[in-house]
């Protein structure tokens, strides 16, 4: 064995407490190095009382190292471990003081979960794991009041561009409610409808008021209790790491420099503020002068923001905050952020915008969630036209569920596309099978999956502007058969708990084959998810010891012959079976 691919910490990822009575810890092993991993665990203050062995499931592995888990119950909430690692006829003791080719006496030098106190658990909104989101740019979504438009606003449907505008607004929303309910939507996540010059809304001028071409805050109200009504949770978004040059602390600044009172509410690095060859003289988001980066660390501003948070989750009842840029934004402002929204609302799902490994805004004292971009491009690119194989894309996928411990994984937001982004038709090559094995994938696997409006009925678009093009709402030009594909699959994740909080694995993902196999299982169901990522016919064979499967979609019993299942394929086709274990 490679010792030196052994590892783990009674900490963070490693070791958690996943509920009040539930520790799960992880080992890191050299890839197909080891045979078995076991716990041994007691209490510290009477090891044989208390002393029982849990073996780890081999959960996932990456390019390099395989990954073992184990959910362990302490009798009194308090639990000390090592581990027995075991290849062959070799065994060794992983300990806090190092490897050992023996056990060494208990406790001296093991791990140790001192106590699982409930008001330190990472809990996240049980909601948000059930929830399917549907992202909306209310800009580009419906014009249900065109009293209220621009003065320049284009006819609907045509080319976006970074400056122009169509008119659509908060009362679009609420038309189509009826619509989203259809689909199965079961939240939804707006970008900005707070007061601003652009289109986009990213640089708000007054956080406290609906932007006058998107309604007003009392229709922003009646489209959150219509939501409601209808089981429809509402995310707005928070940009609070910079604001408009509109914004009034800031034109008082322009306009006083230094002795304006709001001097401390940005980051100004010389006056007069000024661009000089592209640079302004005060910090921004990106190099843009006309969006400046407020000083969260100032008292003033951070009583500012933290009431406009507070506000909309009390006076309007939204569910959640999407949080942009989130990653420029100090923990601390975050932490006070996240005591502020959850004495508001303790359900209320916090999602920051941080696009890399974010584990230091998700243990528990900040964020429940983020956007999962590193999901979307891997997936992404294993579904399109990459050569990209099963095997990288298994390893690729599980290195991204080691990243979190379990519950953040089953409220991370997952999508194929949103505003930044181009859309997931364009990232497949215009293939609707291809996009479809990105959506059955989507609504299969781990997390919280959110849909980008249009995407399900092929709506198309490059970078930014394009991705932002207006909705389609003449059915003929809808794909209506994509509708139907999308509505039938969320339908499944929304009747099946399993593909909610199962666990997930790859039961087939190999060097040089596109396609893969995986599963999720809990106590009482276990699916299995048949891919053909090729473009030729195939049959997928795996073997499976009962002969009670049936097809998820239609109901179909599926049989195995001699213990293996034999799964015919079409090109980029997809199959999923399910079977009761109880």
Not at 416 to 425: E, I, K, N, Y
């Amino acid at each position: 064995m490679l010792l030196e691919g052994f590892y783990h910490i009674a900490q963070n990822n490693w070791a958690y407490a996943y509920d009040k009575d539930t520790i799960h810890v992880r080992v890191r092993t050299k890839r197909d190095d080891v045979e078995e991993v076991t716990a041994e665990t007691g209490d510290k203050y009477n090891w044989d009382r208390f002393y029982r062995e849990y073996p780890l499931k081999k959960t996932g592995a990456d390019k390099m190292f395989d990954y073992w888990e184990a959910s362990i119950k302490p009798y009194n909430k308090r639990v000390s471990y090592c581990f027995r690692i075991r290849a062959g006829s070799e065994t060794v003791w992983l300990t806090e003081n190092g490897v050992l080719s023996y056990r060494p006496m208990p406790t001296g030098g093991y791990y140790d979960i001192p106590y699982i106190h409930e008001i330190d658990l990472h809990t996240v909104p049980e909601w948000a794991k059930r929830a399917v989101f549907y992202q909306i740019f209310p800009e580009r979504f419906a014009n249900g009041d065109p009293s209220i438009n621009p003065s320049h606003a284009e006819r609907w449907g045509g080319k976006p561009t970074n400056d122009n505008s169509f008119g659509g607004d908060l009362q679009g929303i609420i038309d189509h409610l009826d619509y989203l309910q259809d689909l199965g939507i079961t939240a939804l996540y707006l970008t900005p409808v707070f007061e601003a010059p652009s289109n986009h809304k990213y640089d708000i001028v007054d956080y406290k008021k609906v932007d006058p071409h998107f309604g007003t805050n009392a229709l922003l109200h009646e489209l959150v209790q219509a939501c409601h009504l209808k089981g429809i949770k509402v995310m707005l978004d928070a940009v609070f790491n910079h604001c408009s040059e509109q914004f009034p602390p800031f034109q008082d600044v322009l306009k006083k420099g230094r002795k304006s009172q709001y001097a401390g509410w940005f980051h100004i690095n010389s006056y007069p503020l000024a661009t000089n060859d592209g640079i302004p003289s005060y910090d921004t988001f990106g190099f843009y002068g006309h969006m400046p980066k407020l000083n969260t660390s100032n008292p003033a501003v951070k009583k500012y923001l933290l009431e406009v948070a507070e506000y909309w989750v009390k006076e309007v009842g939204i569910d959640g905050w999407r949080l942009d840029v989130a990653n420029e934004i100090d923990h601390y402002f975050w932490r006070e952020f996240r005591d502020v929204v959850k004495a508001a609302n303790p359900n209320a799902y916090i999602v920051g915008e941080v696009w890399n490994d974010s584990l230091k805004w998700l243990l528990g004292d900040q964020f429940d969630s983020v956007m999962n971009y590193p999901f979307s491009n891997k997936l992404l690119e294993f579904f399109s036209d990459s050569r990209m194989d099963g095997f990288d894309f298994a390893t690729s996928i599980s290195g991204l569920l080691i990243r979190y411990p379990q519950q953040t994984n089953e409220v991370i937001f997952n999508l194929l596309c949103s505003h930044d982004t181009p859309r997931v038709m364009n990232r497949v090559g215009y293939n609707k099978r291809r996009l479809k094995l990105c959506v059955v994938f989507l609504l299969t696997f781990m997390g919280t999956p959110c849909i980008f409006y249009g995407d399900e009925i092929g709506l198309t678009g490059g970078e930014d502007p394009d991705c932002r093009k207006c909705m389609e709402w003449d059915e003929d030009k809808q794909d209506r058969e994509l509708f139907d594909f999308y509505k039938l699959l969320i339908a499944l994740r929304r009747k099946h708990e399993v593909l909610v909080s199962g666990s997930f694995r790859f039961l087939r993902a190999e060097h040089g084959d596109r396609r893969i196999i995986y599963e999720r299982l809990n106590h009482r169901v276990h699916f299995t998810v048949w891919m053909n990522n090729t473009g030729d016919k195939t049959i997928l064979s795996h073997p499976m010891e009962t002969n009670d499967w049936v097809d998820a979609l239609t109901g179909e019993p599926v049989r195995t012959k001699d213990g293996r299942m034999f799964i015919q394929l079409e090109e980029f086709g997809y199959r999923i079976l399910y079977r009761s274990l109880q």
